[in-house]
């Protein structure tokens, strides 16, 4: 991810599973392990400070350090392709893409439950956001497995197709991103969306109003204003590596 975030080429992030499941979680052996030992310490890795700004200046704030949801502070689209069972860990990891595609036939659990373990790595957070508490502590507590068709239904993914067609699904809606829509736009909405979800309406829209006044000295205002008005595809400029605007396309 970092070094895709790196990339002036790269547009749109997609993380998916390199077999049949997206992941399965931590290695039960190693909660084994601590559970023998009494109890223990789970590493965390510290996360790059680079990878916290956009625009190339702005810091994102301490929220978005977090071993996985980091994932909430890289300026460009994430999105989750859900092809295969994802359970423990590896859900609060879906959770922190942005967008999530999930296959039909893939199976969800939380399973933290049935292990004797909490709501981990910001799952508390990022579940009630997206589905509301009371559906959140369902899954929760129950740790029952939800298949794509139900999580759709509750708003925890974003689309769900048969498996077989995935990848093409994800594939071409990365691909609209990248050919018609502003990087520095789409990077600016994120760290809005994200932060904002802390703020009041009125200091919401406040910002928007200051962001909007930004926007309309950036070349991408100017260009996808004219290619709309010559009916042309725009061309955006990319993010460079530290994550201001102003890459020029190929």
């Known amino acids: 991810v ?13 993380l998916t599973g390199a077999g049949r499941g997206f992941c399965a979680g931590a290695d039960l052996k190693d909660l084994s392990a601590i559970a023998g030992e009494g109890g223990g310490a789970w590493g965390q890795d510290p996360i790059p400070p680079e990878m916290f700004v956009t625009g190339g200046e702005e ?31 590896a859900v609060p990891i879906a959770l922190s893409c942005d967008l999530r595609f999930m296959a039909e036939e893939a199976v969800l659990t939380f399973a933290f439950s049935q292990r004797g373990l909490i709501a981990e790595w910001g799952a ?11 559906a959140a502590l369902d899954l929760l507590w129950s740790s029952r497995k939800i298949g794509g068709a139900e999580a759709l239904r509750l708003g925890l993914v974003n689309r769900s197709v048969p498996g077989a067609e995935l990848a093409a699904t994800v594939r071409a809606y990365a691909v609209e991103l990248a050919e018609r ?9 994120k760290r809005q969306v994200y932060q904002q979800l802390h703020a009041g309406l009125g200091a919401a829209e406040r910002e928007a109003f200051n962001l909007m006044t930004a926007s309309f000295s950036r070349p991408d205002f100017g260009e996808g204003v ?7 595809p725009a061309r955006f400029a990319r993010l460079g590596p530290d994550g201001a605007p102003g890459v020029t396309r190929p």
Request: glycine share 8%; charged share 15%.
């Open 124 to 134: 508390s957070w990022l579940a009630p956001r997206l589905i509301g508490p009371s």
């Open 181 to 189: 829509c502003s990087p520095a736009s789409m990077a600016v909405m």
């Open 2 to 14: 970092m070094q895709a975030a790196a990339d002036p080429a790269v547009v749109v992030i997609v």
């Open 59 to 89: 810091s994102w704030g301490e929220d978005f350090r977090g071993e996985y949801t980091y994932l909430l502070s890289v300026p460009k689209p994430i999105i989750a392709a859900i092809n295969g069972p994802v359970a423990g860990m």
């Open 226 to 232: 004219q290619s709309f008005l010559q009916r042309r």
